[in-house]
Each structure stands twice: as structure tokens, then as C-alpha cells.
């Protein structure tokens, strides 16, 4: 069965350092890559997608993921975090031709001010 | 727009019960998605629907879960005789493609099972 690991459950930094969240998946085939953020007492939405083209996307509030396809991997980075960004990370996984995304256990992201 | 909502936000039951859980969909997206999120926990797939079908019941945990959609709009999941197992957050998402795009969620129902 597929899975999504994602390294990091809780993470701790202060204001201005830079972020990455791993995610690595087991599925061999195409695939659909998806960062989801879920902020304190706010629902979940998206943070940023990957479908095809530049392995490297933009998403908003200025996230990046870079796509590995050799690695199995969408890596979220972000070069300078604030303490807005505190919230739950969840990296999700959907096979080429799916309609069932697998989601990773998440990652808590704390951020000092 | 409205985004996705559901009802109720919270639900406290005792064990042995049964529930109903609610979720409106975007408006004119086809496919919707049950969830269940335990504390911890990723989220945990329970059933798809594309329109009023469910092609993927793969994920209902026991034959005490069921869902259902009317109208390609309003879906109910239903839990019988609840366990305590049972509690958690269970999240619906709609989404307007048929396959592998994006998913908008909602807010989720708490579920505590006493």
C-alpha cells in the first residue's frame, strides 16, 4: 500500500530561520503532490499542489516545494518563517488517474516570535 | 462563495448510540470526501463520492459507518452504535475535479463518544 512519511512531527523555530518539512512517498508511478496547512482553529487548505513542469513550485505566503522524482520526495521550504505560521503541515499523495489522496501524520510547527 | 460546510460542529454521544454527521459541499463540486482524524494521526480515508455514487467505500472502518449523498450536493455520514474508537475529527472535502486535484475543506465535526 502507498504511504507518505512525513520526518518531522514537531518543530520548534524561532522568527527568521528557514524551514524545511520532508515528505517522502512509496508510490512509483506519476503522482499528484499536495502541501495542506491547517492554522490554529482554522480548517484546512491548500498551501501549494504539484501535477507537472518545474519540480520546483511556488505556493502562497511564500512556500516553495521541490519535487525529487529519484528521491521520492516534495520537500517544503520556506527561507524566513514568522510567527504567523505556526500551524499543523500535512503533505498528501495522489497516484496519476486517483481520486484518493494519502496523507502524511503531519508536522507541528511552532514559531517563536 | 461559501465553503464547505459541516454540521454539527460538535457532538458528544454515549457509546451505543448513533449519529449523524452532515457536510455541504462548494456548490458544483462533484466529488466529495469523508475524513476521519484522529489526535496525532494523518487523515484517515473513509469514503469518496463522484455525484451521488460512491465508486470507493474502501475506507469505512466497520459496517457500522455509512454514508450517503442526495441531490449531487449534501452528504450524511452515519456511525452506528457508536464505540469509543470512534471518536475523533471526521473532515469532508469537495472538490470540482473528478480525480486527483485539490480538495476544500471543512471545518470538521468533533466526535466524543462517552
Known amino acids: 500500500a502507498q504511504s507518505v512519511s512525513q520526518h518531522n512531527h514537531h518543530v520548534i523555530l524561532s522568527e527568521a530561520a528557514s524551514l524545511e518539512l520532508g515528505c517522502n512517498y512509496s508510490?512509483?508511478?506519476?503522482?499528484?503532490l499536495f502541501w495542506y496547512v491547517q492554522y490554529p482553529g482554522q480548517h484546512l487548505q491548500l498551501l501549494l499542489k504539484?501535477?507537472?513542469?518545474?519540480?520546483l513550485v511556488k505556493g502562497i505566503k511564500g512556500f516553495e516545494a521541490e519535487f525529487i522524482k529519484s528521491k521520492f520526495s516534495f520537500n517544503l521550504r520556506k527561507p524566513s518563517v514568522q510567527w504567523s505560521d505556526t500551524a499543523e503541515y500535512f503533505c498528501?499523495?495522489?497516484?496519476?488517474?486517483?481520486?484518493?489522496?494519502?496523507f502524511g501524520r503531519g508536522t507541528s510547527l511552532i514559531v517563536h516570535p | 462563495g461559501a465553503g464547505v460546510s459541516q454540521s454539527p460542529s460538535n457532538k458528544v454521544t454515549e457509546k451505543g448510540k448513533d449519529v449523524e454527521l452532515r457536510c455541504d459541499p462548494i456548490?458544483?463540486?462533484?466529488?466529495l470526501y469523508w475524513y476521519r482524524q484522529s489526535l496525532g494521526q494523518g487523515l484517515e480515508f473513509l469514503i469518496y463520492?463522484?455525484?451521488?455514487?460512491?465508486?470507493?467505500k474502501s475506507g469505512l472502518p466497520s459496517d457500522r459507518f455509512s454514508a450517503e449523498r442526495t441531490g449531487g450536493s449534501v452528504s450524511t455520514l452515519t456511525i452506528q452504535r457508536t464505540q469509543q474508537e470512534d471518536s475523533a475529527v471526521y473532515l469532508c472535502?469537495?472538490?470540482?475535479?473528478?480525480?486527483?486535484?485539490?480538495?476544500?475543506f471543512g471545518p470538521g465535526t468533533r466526535l466524543t463518544v462517552l
Open positions: 472535502a469537495s472538490s470540482p475535479y473528478a480525480s486527483g486535484g485539490e480538495q476544500f
Open positions: 504539484y501535477f507537472s513542469g518545474d519540480p
Open positions: 498528501a499523495v495522489t497516484p496519476g488517474g486517483s481520486y484518493i489522496p494519502t
Open positions: 463520492f463522484q455525484g451521488n455514487s460512491a465508486p470507493d
Open positions: 508510490y512509483g508511478g506519476t503522482v499528484n
Open positions: 456548490s458544483g463540486h462533484t466529488a
